[in-house]
């Protein structure tokens, strides 16, 4: 069974559009995330949820708004997109909220991988 | 300067070779994490670490709080562990900062 799946696997878009990047995790875990991978493989978290609340909203524009309608999804909506949004997009997730102690493992989604033309 | 550097940048060994990968952090931290991401993208949490020695099969992490220092050791290193190894500090509530990675690839 899958424990982060992400949807879609590839996505191509046209600059302007509106598009969603949809993640459930089966783990019963109380904390999600959402990051981007650039061309240079380099990862920045953008969001994270807690239990359906905001609780990480790192310097992303607004034309990024996550959705969380319950603890097992975070889905991430995406306005007027742009050439530099094109990247792999990670959805992850954790038991808890706190990543101190050496307790809380992440476990990364399969990525979306995201071009705008 | 990143808060996070890691070295080398990339790393080629001959199969049954030790590997070592350093990372160095410049904030206070909670945790460290190691990441593996594969050549396919998929991206899995090897070790979270805040003190002291992990050991998993054959790769063991280490991290030096005091030296703000974490080293990823690889023994008997085998073609699948082909991958880029990605350190990542957890420092205060969530703010989770990558390094840029390392990638390893390993020749039969």
Redesign the interface.
């Known amino acids: 069974d899958t424990a982060v799946s992400q949807t879609p696997k590839y996505l191509v878009t046209q600059m302007g559009n509106d598009k969603s990047i949809k993640c459930e995790q089966n783990l019963g875990h109380d904390t999600m995330y959402w990051y981007k991978q650039d061309s240079k493989k380099f990862l920045k978290i953008m969001f994270s949820y807690n239990n359906k609340e905001l609780i990480i909203n790192e310097t992303v524009p607004n034309r990024f708004s996550p959705k969380s309608p319950d603890k097992a999804h975070l889905n991430l909506h995406i306005n007027s997109l742009e050439l530099g949004d094109s990247a792999v997009y990670f959805c992850a997730s954790s038991q808890g909220a706190r990543l101190a102690g050496g307790q809380e493992t992440q476990y990364f989604g399969p990525g979306t991988r995201l071009l705008v033309l | 300067k990143n808060e996070v550097e890691q070295s080398p940048q990339n790393l080629t060994a001959q199969e049954g070779e030790f590997i070592t990968i350093n990372c160095s952090y410049s904030v206070g931290i909670?945790?460290l994490?190691w990441?593996q991401?594969h050549p396919g993208?998929?991206?899995?949490?090897l070790f979270?670490?805040?003190?002291g020695k992990k050991k998993h099969g054959r790769l063991i992490a280490t991290i030096n709080i005091q030296e703000k220092h974490s080293s990823l050791h690889i023994t008997a290193s085998h073609p699948r562990d082909s991958a880029?190894y990605?350190c990542?500090v957890?420092g205060g509530?969530?703010?989770?900062t990558?390094g840029?990675?390392t990638k390893l690839q390993v020749i039969p």
Do not use: E, N, P
């Open positions: 909670s945790a994490h990441l991401q993208g998929g991206i899995v949490s979270m670490l805040s003190s880029v990605i990542a957890a509530y969530q703010k989770v990558f840029t990675g």
